[in-house]
């Protein structure tokens, strides 16, 4: 079982001044349920090496447990700092991908060719594509084979409105996640702000926020056991 990890390298946060990059729950949660699970775990981002992490989610009142083991996990730090390039990704090499949320993901992700082509080939083979919180804005311009947007018809969720606005960033990122799901013709639900929430269609499955990572890896390895 191999499990590709997409992270973002974008680290600015509009033109506020402030950082950004992936979100650390959205990331760690998700990766020791796959790594307890004896998945084969690759980790790739558009610029390699380190990743931005969101300063914020490395707050106090943001730690997990799964945050707390990756603190203390070496090989986990180790891993994280030496992402591979996602240029030099193949496809065809992994039963599954995820991308971990975080505002990063809506700058360069969303817009990134080699993505955009990983995500319309791993789902045109039959295997998982699942994103948590801001993930899923990176299937944005994802369609199929018709032309149609891989969305189009898909029961999906995502960050929402309510929530973008609680973080007061609804004027800062550049788009809503929400917003361009609902455009692209994806059935979009929700559960209540912040509770976990995820959606799985076929093999596409989104988590609403980072209380939603586990609930969203737990999918993928489920589907992966039907395949």
Request: hydrophobic share 40%; charged share 20%; with cysteine.
């Amino acid at each position: 079982m191999k499990i590709l990890m997409v992270l973002t390298s974008h680290d600015q946060l509009g033109n506020t001044g402030e950082k950004t990059g992936f979100w650390l729950e959205e990331f760690a949660a998700p990766y020791y349920i796959f790594l307890d699970a004896g998945a084969e775990i690759t980790l790739a981002s558009p610029l390699g090496g380190q990743p931005p992490l969101d300063p914020k989610s490395n707050e106090p009142d943001f730690q997990t447990e799964a945050t707390k083991r990756f603190h203390n996990d070496r090989a986990a730090i180790a891993a994280l700092a030496n992402t591979l390039v996602l240029s030099n990704i193949a496809p065809e090499n992994f039963d599954a991908v995820f991308y971990p949320g975080g505002h990063g993901p809506l700058w360069d992700l969303a817009e990134d060719p080699h993505s955009l082509k990983l995500i319309e080939t791993i789902y045109e083979s039959g295997k998982p594509v699942a994103a948590v919180c801001h993930g899923p804005g990176v299937l944005r311009h994802a369609k199929t084979q018709d032309g149609s947007y891989l969305v189009t018809n898909k029961s999906v969720t995502g960050f929402t409105n309510t929530e973008e606005a609680q973080v007061k960033l609804t004027d800062v990122v550049p788009f809503s996640v929400e917003d361009e799901l609902i455009k692209n013709g994806g059935n979009f639900s929700r559960a209540a702000d912040w509770m976990s929430y995820s959606v799985s269609d076929g093999n596409l499955i989104t988590g609403q926020n980072p209380a939603s990572s586990e609930a969203v890896a737990q999918a993928v390895l489920q589907k992966l056991s039907s395949l």
